[in-house]
């Protein structure tokens, strides 16, 4: 697996090494020949809708380096969550104007996507820059590689114990007995794909004694569960929750780098299995504007875009972006804290939505929710 | 001649009303239905017709476990908001208690803000660590309750919904005839007693109106069963149905469907019960043809205690709820860890105003509220005057169909409205503007404006429209001349709650709202999914202070006042 990435890696350094590519309007160097023609028909195009989980400020740094390299296209994004998809399809159904291009996370819902033909099947000039697990699909790209972390409140979790592996979680709790019942917290993973998908993912990854499902139950006394990660973190503030397991690192990395709350909480990665949660993104097969979706898509996995994306807490997908290139951890500065071994990547196959499926019901087995 | 002409535009007119009320109501109501006939999402071609999707709500024990705990929520809720809703409203129109115009703003308060701020003000001030609760708890010692159970989510929803009873009521309440309280005490009745045997049986419609609006919106919550019920393993009707309908792997739109029409019955049984309970209204009529000057009850020696006992109230479970969130706005975090002057800050609202799309969304939010809340006060007054006040055949179903918006979770509201679009031609012009929102929010909200002006209506006595009409005034004339102008007060109330209502709404607006059609409510949920409760909260303030400035220019411009 590391092999392969530091492959593309070395790869992508060489295309971003390549000088004077990003000149305006101009394809890079190492780009196809007839990548111009796809610059030109985008000239033509009306303006590029594009449905995604990101919010405006997400999209920002992003959209203002498209937007200098290609001044002509006007890029609209709806921020869209849990009707997304349902949202596509009634417009579709009904020939109203809809999205010209995706961006979001699940994989049940990706594999029916693709399965019902609306992906555009695009090879990417990045696409040898990315590793495997990043392009499950033809025309489906890794946008960003998402980690579970564990958050924990300093005040709380007495003289510097660190929440840095779940085994330290479940001793923490143990330790604390009756005084710890309700001060933990996770992700509701019996209520939808969406949270069942966290934890299919820690059973990919997790390499630690037992399995994944004992330690949930050995937890659950001690645990209320959230459907929201800003209520998880609001919570870790006020002390009502004296630690966040396999919570989402979007949410935490912007609010803990600065400020009250980066003297009251502490995070870190799972050393006994660190779960990554892939975001993809693809041009949908019915866009109005498809060479400008594919011109955005190009730039979202070119290094620049890959870092623009990641000012607002997404970890990109590439391996050639060097710690302190971005202002969180790299992929690189994961692998490199928790070891190879301990990582899982949920990749979009038919395999792992089943177990997602599994995944929601053993959750509620064992919590007995 | 002249009384002929008069006569064929007022049924021009109310036909249109009827026609526009239905058409409205019905736009998406129909895609619904069909919708609860199929397996598979509309959207997916060759479903068949099938009533699997009810077949498989009969079977489903999870969903039976959460009718159980919504039904028991629904009335726990409703009977919280009914107690205080309308102890305020006798108090504050009835009786010399003092500040009392004060304890009827503040009673408002909770309907100014989304219930996702408000269940964030409930957690900081009422959770395990709500700086409420370890005041409390430093005081008295225990804590008796815990917020997240069935019992302190019913009363943080049913605080949520005082201000409409209380709205209601406190138009009625005003109105009664005070020789009718006279009466009871030359009689011999005392203050209480007055209240107790006159005052409340004569506001029957009004808490009618209100306690069944509620019920059918505790049922149709979310955020709040979401937040505080959720976290304890609690499953609702809409929490279920969203589950089931929108985020499973397969979405089984027909099943949110089915519970939809479920809920369309339930309430046309409510409006059925309704209308038996009111049985003759001629008996609510306390607006009739001879003045006089209303006299307020004298509490006497309680005056002093009971003001202070409800100011006490107020203070706890409003305005410290609704401070919560205030004070989150200005700061960067909210802890007992860490002193509040040191993390002052005004980056919540700086992360509003630095985008284009949600300033954006602040000025559509004016325009939709204003707008909308104009337009269908118009529409609901216009289709109350045609059900209760004209001879047009089958008027009285306006009065269900004025309903049964409630009954639809908003979500559906806009999916159905999408399918319309495509159905009906001409209203694809809309889409993706603000207008094809107001539209919805309007249908949305159609049952709050038109309990605000029925029970109103219901205490004019018809002589007034038999007198204008031996006077040769034709019914435009008496609704115009007569009537209007004595439904002031019911009109500004139900303009101002389509308003905080409009400033409020996301659930209607997820499948309509475009780039350049944006509103708080989705910039709301932009910043609730990517956890920054911060800016949520300072969303909310804008929202309070979008409502204060309203109220503030109605109150200079028109000099109207809503219930303080």
Known sequence: MIRKLLTGAALAFWIAAVPGALAQGVAPAVYPANYSELVEASKKEPSLLVYSVMAPFNWKPVLDGFQKKYPWIKVETLDLAAQLWDRFYTEKANNARTADMIATLGVDRWIEFNGKGEVLAY??????????????????????????????????VPDGK????????????????????????????GVAPLFGAWFHGWSLAYRGEGDIWQITGKLAPFSRYERSGGAMLEKLLSGEYAVAYLTSAITIYPKVASGAAKSLLEWSFVKDGQPLFPRAMAVTKIAKAPASAKLLLDHILTKEGQIAFSQGGLTPVRMDIKAGEIPYPTLGEIYTAVGEKNIGVLEFSDKNAAEILKAVGRFKEVTGR | MHARRSYVSARAVQILTYALVGFLVLLPIVPIVLQSFRATPLYDPGGAWTLSEYVALWHDATFWQAVRTTL??????????????????????????????????????????????????????????????????????????????????????????????????????????????????????????????VSLPMLRPAVLASAILNFVTSIELLALP???????????????????????????????????????????????????????????????????????????????????????????????????????????????????????????????????????????????????????????????????????????????????????????????????????????????????????????????????????????????????????????????????????????????????????????????????SEVIGTTMLTFWFKGDLGAVAALGTLQIAMVLVFMTAYRLIAGGRFGG
């Open chain 2, 226 to 516: 979401l937040l505080l019920g959720s976290p304890s393993g609690m499953e609702f009707l809409t929490t279920f149905v969203y589950l089931r309908g929108f985020e499973a792997s397969t979405p089984r739109h027909g099943l949110v469907a089915a519970v939809a029409v479920v809920l369309l019955f339930a309430v046309t049984a409510l409006v059925l019960i309704q209308t038996k309970l009111l049985g003759d209204t001629r008996r609510f009529v306390t607006v009739g043809g001879k003045a006089t000057r209303p006299r307020l009850i004298s509490l006497g020696i309680w005056r002093y205690p009971i003001a202070i006992g409800f100011f006490a109230f107020e203070a706890l479970f409003i305005v410290a709820v609704l401070f919560a969130p205030v004070v989150r706005s200005f700061v960067d975090v909210l802890t007992p860890f860490v002193p509040i002057f040191d993390v002052l800050t005004l980056e919540n609202f700086q992360s509003i105003f630095g985008y284009d799309q949600f300033i954006r969304s602040i000025w559509n939010t004016v325009l939709v509220a204003l707008i909308g809340g104009f337009l269908g006060t118009c529409l609901i007054a216009a289709a109350a005057l045609v059900s209760l006040r004209s001879d047009l055949p089958g008027a009285a179903g306006l009065g269900f169909l004025a309903l049964y918006p409630r009954a639809v979770p908003g979500v559906l509201v806009g999916m159905g409205i999408v399918w319309a679009v495509a159905w009906v031609p001409g209203l694809s012009l809309l889409q993706n503007t603000i207008a094809i929102l107001i539209v919805a929010f309007i249908m949305r909200y159609l049952p709050i404006g038109w309990g605000a002006i029925q029970p109103a209506l219901l205490q004019i006595s018809p002589d007034h429209d038999r007198a204008a009409r031996s006077a040769g005034a034709g019914w435009l004339s008496v609704v115009t001349r007569v009537l209007l102008p004595q439904l002031r007060p019911a009109l500004g109330a139900c303009f101002m709650l389509l308003f905080v209502h409009f400033i409020k709404e996301y659930a209607a607006a997820v499948f309509l709202f475009a780039p350049g």
């Open chain 2, 72 to 197: 028991i929520f629904g009335l726990l809720s409703t009977a919280i908001s009914l107690a205080i809703g309308l102890a305020a409203a006798i108090l504050v129109a009835r009786t010399d208690l003092p500040g009392r115009w004060l304890v009827g703003f503040i009673m408002l308060w909770p309907a100014f803000v989304s219930h996702l701020v408000l269940a964030l003000g409930w957690i900081t001030a009422f959770g395990p660590s709500g700086f409420a609760t370890l005041w409390l708890k430093e005081i008295v010692g225990e804590i008796p309750w815990t917020l997240y159970s069935l019992g302190g989510l019913s009363f943080a929803a049913g605080t949520s919904m005082a201000p409409l009873t209380y709205l209601y009521c406190i138009g009625a309440a005003r109105t009664i005839d005070s020789t009718l309280e006279s009466a009871a005490r030359i009689a011999g009745a005392g203050p209480i007693r007055a209240m107790w045997t």
């Open chain 1, 123 to 156: 090879k990417s000039p990045e696409d040898a820059a990315l590793p495997a697990w990043a392009k499950p699909m033809p025309g489906v790209y890794a946008l960003s590689a998402d980690p579970l972390i564990n958050v924990w409140n300093k005040r709380l």
């Open chain 1, 162 to 189: 660190r929440m840095d592996t779940m085994k330290a979680v479940l001793d923490f709790a143990l330790e604390q007995g009756d005084k710890a019942k309700g001060k933990l917290t996770t992700f509701d993973g």
